[in-house]
């Protein structure tokens, strides 16, 4: 039985809201992808996140097709935002297209290891 739901942009940016950690993508001219956690913020049908220069921003300034990924699987294994550094810029993704689904977690499906 597929348990996936599918969720139609409303629902992912309001869902988005309640998620502290996304992931933010792009891949350069050599096909190298680069996936970066980034804190964000929902602010109505856009993503707004800070960033510093370097390679986010560069992205940005580029052009490139961008991507940005949030679940609320995390939380469950790490209860902390990303760590802070200092952000000089603040960037603003206006999606042109939303999509997202809900996937159920079943009891015991996450379990913390320490292996330290």
Avoid: Q
Avoid at 89 to 95: A, C, D, E, K, Q
């Amino acid at each position: 039985m597929n348990d996936l739901r599918h969720l139609d942009e409303a629902a992912c940016m309001s869902l988005l809201g309640d998620v502290p950690v996304g992931r933010f993508a792009w891949a350069d001219d050599d096909g190298r992808v680069t996936v970066l956690p980034v804190n964000h913020l929902a602010d109505g049908a856009s993503i707004v996140f800070g960033t510093a220069e370097g390679g986010e921003l560069e992205a940005v300034r580029a052009g490139r097709p961008l991507t940005f990924e949030a679940d609320d699987l995390e939380p469950a294994l790490s209860p902390h935002p990303w760590p802070h550094s200092p952000k000089v810029y603040l960037v603003r993704l206006v999606p042109r297209h939303v999509t997202g689904r809900r996937i159920p977690l079943r009891p015991g499906g996450a379990r913390w290891v320490d292996v330290g």
